[in-house]
């Protein structure tokens, strides 16, 4: 399988009072961590370079199970990390533009019309969003067989705590309607089911598609680089940056997640938690209602 993934990435002169976490300058450690997760994250999950250790032949055996990957990363008026962190320049190719930073997620957009035809995969990724998942692609497959090019599978994005009692949360569960109901009728086809393993997994159409990320098989690309919706312009979804990573793919496609009981079928960590760290002081913790 052969998966393409372009990434946003954005580090510009540090603000010590910025509230952009991408200008903040207390923020640098955390941001440059998360960017290498995120780079380093599909390379080690479903890439060539898994070897396992034969130690009475003293020899490194290579896997031959791996996907290419090829990662470019986007970056605008060399406000970026990438200088440090040359060890990694074999693992992604840089991809520099003058765009606005606020902009720059739709630079990714042509990047990935401009690889049209090349892949089976082509992923939209936050420089702090990290795949994990060895099964991603296997389980987004199946997802497209089962169900065709019109159904969009986004992966819940989650976030870790060793505190609890939230250790694990998926920052993108539900929104209020009115935020996308003028993008997208949620009542269209709202619950599909899969077969998986020894059970089924229902997907829902959800009322937050965000995930800081998308993933299109070579179907959809051709479905959304064909559509009014590619590169329309519109930043009308909460924040440019919001709907570079969603809104034309929620115009272009019935989006579905996993239901939160199967949350775990298809995710991404967030390596830059946000919301984990005071989830219990801005909502309600519903409690153990028993065991699962």
């Known amino acids: ?60 055996q290579r896997s031959q199970s791996g996907q ?25 190719r840089h991809h520099p533009t003058d765009a606005e930073p606020m902009m720059l997620g739709f630079e990714c957009h042509k990047v990935m019309k401009t690889a049209r ?45 060793p505190n609890g009692p939230v250790h694990k949360l998926y920052v993108d569960y539900r929104l209020n309607r009115k935020v996308t109901e003028r993008y997208q009728d949620i009542a269209d086809v709202p619950l599909l089911r899969m077969p998986f393993l020894d059970d089924e997994v229902p997907f829902e159409r ?12 070579a179907a959809q690309l051709d479905r959304w680089v064909d559509s ?12 440019a940056l919001d709907s570079a990573v969603t809104l034309s793919v929620m115009k272009a496609f019935r989006i579905y997640k996993p239901v939160l009981e199967h949350g775990w079928f298809l995710e991404v960590l967030h390596a830059s938690p946000r919301w984990i760290g005071s989830v219990t002081r801005i909502a309600a913790v519903a409690p153990v209602t028993g065991e699962g």
């Open 228 to 239: 009014p919706h590619f590169l329309d312009g519109d930043v009308s979804y909460l924040s």
């Open 1 to 60: 399988m052969r998966i393409l993934l372009v990434m946003p990435h954005f580090f510009g002169e540090p603000i010590p009072d910025a509230t952009n976490r991408s200008r903040l300058a207390s923020a640098r450690a955390e941001r440059l961590r998360a960017l290498v997760a995120s780079i380093c994250g599909p390379h080690q999950a479903m890439g060539t370079g898994t070897y396992g250790l034969d130690h009475g032949q003293a020899r490194a």
């Open 117 to 161: 035809g090349r892949y089976d995969y082509y992923g939209f990724i936050e420089d702090d969003v990290v795949l994990t998942d060895p099964l991603f692609f296997r389980k987004r497959r199946l997802f497209d067989q089962h169900f065709g090019p019109d159904a969009l599978l986004q992966p819940n994005r989650y976030e870790l705590s």
């Open 68 to 92: 290419q990957i090829d990662l470019v990363i986007c970056t605008t008026r060399n406000a970026h990390l990438l200088d440090e962190i040359r060890a990694l320049h074999t693992l992604f």
């Open 206 to 217: 959800t009322t937050y598609p965000s995930a800081g990320c998308f993933f299109l098989s």
